[in-house]
Nanobody
């Protein structure tokens, strides 16, 4: 059974940090690139960061230098470390198993809300 369980969202102040986690089924984690998308209210769902099975990463320009994606292959978990958060980062963040480093998403997590506000 394919499962993606994302967690770690919450409320942060501007300039603060949060770390998102996504625990995946071994069957998909070991064979797929993994990524994080986000969807702000009234907007589409966009790829924020992704990581291949061998650790190659892709990070969208708007978060480069602030967000870091990593994976723990032993734990079947992918992380998104988010630093220097801005109000514009407010969105629902979705973990996804990808067909390639730039997508498309094959499987989705349930999403976790990130709110950046003072």
């Amino acid at each position: 059974q394919v499962q993606l369980m994302d967690s770690g969202g919450g409320l942060a102040q501007p300039g603060g940090s949060l770390r998102l986690s996504c625990a995946a089924s071994r069957s998909i984690f070991s064979t797929n690139a993994m990524g994080w998308y986000r969807q702000a209210p009234g907007k589409g769902r966009d790829l924020v960061a992704s990581i291949s099975t061998v650790g190659r990463t892709n990070v969208t320009a708007s978060v480069k230098g602030r967000f870091t994606i990593s994976r723990n292959n032993a734990a079947n978990t992918v992380y998104l470390q988010m630093n220097s958060l801005e109000p514009e980062d407010t969105a629902v963040y979705f973990c996804a198993a990808l067909g390639g480093l730039w997508g498309p998403a094959i499987y989705w997590g349930q999403g976790t809300q990130v709110t950046v506000s003072s």
